[in-house]
């Protein structure tokens, strides 16, 4: 069983930094992709950074230049680094993975064929 789960949210000032951590396990294929998903209230996820298994990475165009993803030496824990927040980036963040055979470039520019996910954590940025 793919198991995904999120660690590091909280509250931070404008400007401040912070680092989300996904600790994956139970995959039973080799190209999963990872990614970061947000969701405000009222609105749908959105995609912001994702990260392939030969490490080729991807952002939402509202966080290039802030956020960076990484993976750790074993590429089992996916890092979401995210400095000069600002209130916008206020969300739940989600870590996803993909399903097996949707991990090429096509569906991770797109953010899409992300099957597993994570329950979730809150990021909240005041201004």
């Known amino acids: 069983e793919v198991q995904l789960v999120e660690s590091g949210g909280g509250l931070v000032q404008a400007g401040g930094s912070l680092r989300l951590s996904c600790a994956t396990s139970g995959f039973t294929f080799d190209d999963p992709a990872v990614g970061w998903f947000r969701r405000v209230p009222g609105k749908n996820h959105e995609g912001v950074a994702c990260?392939?298994?030969?490490?080729?990475?991807y952002y939402a165009d509202s966080v290039k230049g802030r956020f960076t993803i990484s993976t750790d030496d074993t590429a089992k824990t996916v890092h979401l680094q995210m400095n000069n927040l600002k209130p916008e980036d206020t969300a739940v963040y989600y870590c996803?993975?993909?399903?097996?055979?949707?991990?090429?470039?096509?569906?991770?520019?797109?953010?899409?064929?992300?099957?597993?996910w994570g329950q979730g954590t809150q990021v909240t940025v005041s201004s």
């Open positions: 996803a993975a993909t399903g097996s055979g949707y991990g090429s470039s096509w569906y991770l520019a797109r953010f899409t064929g992300f099957t597993f």
């Open positions: 990260i392939s298994s030969d490490g080729d990475t």
